[in-house]
């Protein structure tokens, strides 16, 4: 039995202006709490104010140098250009290995994507080597390459290959199926296909594998410094780090991590930022 | 083939078909497409699944041509074969008398998934793509008929936009607008409003049926709903499940929803899909 019938409603909606606020700008603390880059700021500050206290605290500029002594003794080596100079070869040798580990890293990924036997070959290499530490073929680098560049560029690049493949391949095969039969749609094969449908679709998984590999890369540069010191005349960070512990000069140890630091913030936070805007972000993949 | 064990009722039914073919080749009319005598099977890890069993059927020039069948009838299967994903174990399918032998432009794709757009392209580069990759037309020209494709499914305004900021119509609209701009052969529609909610489905059933006036192009369209398939067909493929064989070839005539003709029809194929085959085949598919 049905309940006795109700009459219809018909409504007039109310006109916008009369509401009150429909839609208003966010206040100006908002909006600055919005910027990614004052937050992390602000974070640094905090970090810079707590390394000071503790250091003034601690009161032994030979274990914990003050935030400002360090500050003071990385100003002193811009200014009188030996940590530029060090800074600079370190980083030419990083460039070289990045640069060389990433186009091993896409051969070895694009073969692995055209044919079954060479993704049968990279999963066992990346599993064979990835474990293996950089550091650990440096004796056998020295001996194939001598002392030199050859030998840092060589760690680096197995640093950096494994990281990047991994990843890359990962990304891959990460690639929706649709997508896939879409670039098959248009008759694309072979790298035409890698390269404009499989690329950027996995530039995200890509991307993180860069930002893996420039890590790994700094690491290993670094530490192949410091075990095996200077290597063909002008030493880089690591070198400036070791000599400077030995000579008990902490605040310079501290000063040339620090150059490590600001380097790696300033290519995360631009570089990679940049390059996120301008792709994955923009494209909607990452927010 | 081996693994297929030929059905009881088939010999009867494959009978019927050739003869009605007999009667087209009589008439003169050479198919667009010519599906014979398909079976196609795919592998899970754990077995061997025959999709489709002797399929049947010709699609002539300018035909809106739906697929139907309950999930599992082997439809999107069968699509992805005319695509030329998936080789037909038995039969053979003919695109203007060529063998479909690997997937090609000549036969767009439009997917029901909303991930088919490349994300990395805007809208008027994602309808442009196809025509640059496959080399049909390149610059200003590719342009003029992106733009012009876009505006026939009345995106003009989100030209410049990545697909990220549309919403699921409107991404099939431009998926439409892509396939169109190629001009294929044959355009290959894969549920393509089966993740739409229902207002937004009827809008876009409306305006592909404007576009058809409008460009007169073939398409074989793949659906679950009876309503849809009535609505957008103007012949009407039903298959049956586990695997898909032909039930019948229907006509549908662009009956109003709401009309008698429009119940009639769709109480016949509900009846022919779902009750026992004991229903006079012959008689249905004269009508």
């Not at chain 1, 694309?188 to 530039?203: D, E, K």
């Not at chain 1, 594998?209 to 290993?220: C, H, Y």
Request: aromatic share 8%.
């Amino acid at each position: 039995m049905l309940p006795a019938q109700r009459p219809e409603i018909v409504r007039d909606p109310v006109a916008a202006g009369a509401l009150g606020v429909v839609e208003a700008p966010l206040s100006l603390g908002e909006r600055i709490a919005n910027i990614g880059a004052v937050r992390k700021l602000a974070l640094l500050v905090a970090l810079a104010l707590l390394w000071e206290g503790y250091a003034r605290w601690l009161n032994n500029p030979l274990l914990v140098p003050t935030f400002s002594s360090t500050l003071e003794a990385f100003a002193r080596g811009i200014a009188g250009g030996e940590l530029v100079g060090k800074a600079a070869t370190s980083l030419r040798v990083l460039l070289i290995g990045y640069a060389l580990g990433i186009a091993c890293a896409a051969v070895l990924t694009i073969v692995a994507i055209l044919s079954r036997v060479g993704t049968d070959i990279l999963e066992l290499m990346t599993a064979m080597f990835n474990p293996l530490p950089a550091i650990a073929l440096l004796p056998l680098a020295l001996i194939w390459f001598g002392l030199g560049y050859g030998s840092i560029v060589f760690v680096i690049v197995h640093s950096v290959l494994w990281a990047v493949a991994l990843n890359t391949h990962a990304g891959f095969r990460a690639v929706s199926p649709t997508l896939r039969m879409v670039g098959r749609n248009y008759g694309l094969a072979g790298v035409r296909y890698v390269t404009a449908i499989l690329i950027p679709a996995a530039f995200p998984s890509i991307l993180t594998g860069l930002k893996i590999g420039w890590a790994f890369a700094w690491r290993t540069l670094i530490a192949a410094e410091l075990v095996f010191g200077v290597s063909s005349g002008a030493g880089g960070l690591g070198w400036f780090i070791y000599e400077n512990k030995n000579q008990l000069d902490i605040p310079n140890v501290f000063a040339g991590l620090f150059t490590v630091i600001v380097i790696g913030l300033v290519v995360e936070n631009a570089i990679f930022r940049w390059i996120e805007a301008r792709t994955v972000r923009r494209w909607g993949m990452q927010v | 083939m081996a693994g297929v064990s030929p059905p009881q009722q088939g010999g009867p039914r494959q009978s019927t078909k050739r003869e009605e073919r007999r009667d087209d080749e009589a008439c003169g009319v050479a198919p667009l497409l010519a599906v014979h005598g398909v079976t196609l099977q795919y592998k899970t890890p754990d077995r061997l699944v025959t999709a489709t069993y002797r399929v049947d059927f010709d699609v002539q020039r300018g035909e809106r041509f739906v697929i139907l069948g309950p999930s599992g009838c082997g439809k999107s299967t069968l699509l992805k074969a005319i695509g030329g994903y998936l080789a037909p174990v038995e039969g053979e399918i003919r695109l203007k008398g060529t063998r479909i032998g690997k997937p090609g432009p000549d036969r767009m794709m439009v997917f029901q998934e909303f991930d088919q757009l490349l994300p990395w392209r805007t809208v008027k580069e994602n309808v442009m793509f196809p025509l640059l990759a496959s080399g049909r037309l390149a610059g200003t020209a590719a342009d003029a008929r992106a733009l012009d494709c876009i505006r026939k499914v009345n995106l003009h305004d989100f030209a410049d936009s990545f697909p990220h900021v549309l919403s699921g119509g409107m991404k099939q609209r431009v998926a439409i607008a892509r396939a169109l701009a190629m001009e294929p052969d044959i355009l290959l529609m894969d549920e393509p409003f089966a993740a739409l909610d229902a207002l937004t489905r009827r809008k876009m059933q409306d305006e592909l049926l404007a576009l058809w006036q409008e460009t007169n192009f073939t398409v074989v369209f793949v659906t679950h709903s009876i309503a849809e398939a009535i609505k957008v067909g103007s012949r009407i493929l039903l298959l049956t499940p586990h695997p898909g064989q032909v039930r019948a070839e229907l006509n549908s005539l662009g009956t109003d929803a709401d009309s008698h003709e429009f119940a009639a029809l769709e109480r016949r194929i509900h009846a022919l899909l779902f009750d026992t085959p004991d229903t006079p085949i012959g008689a249905g598919v004269e009508a």
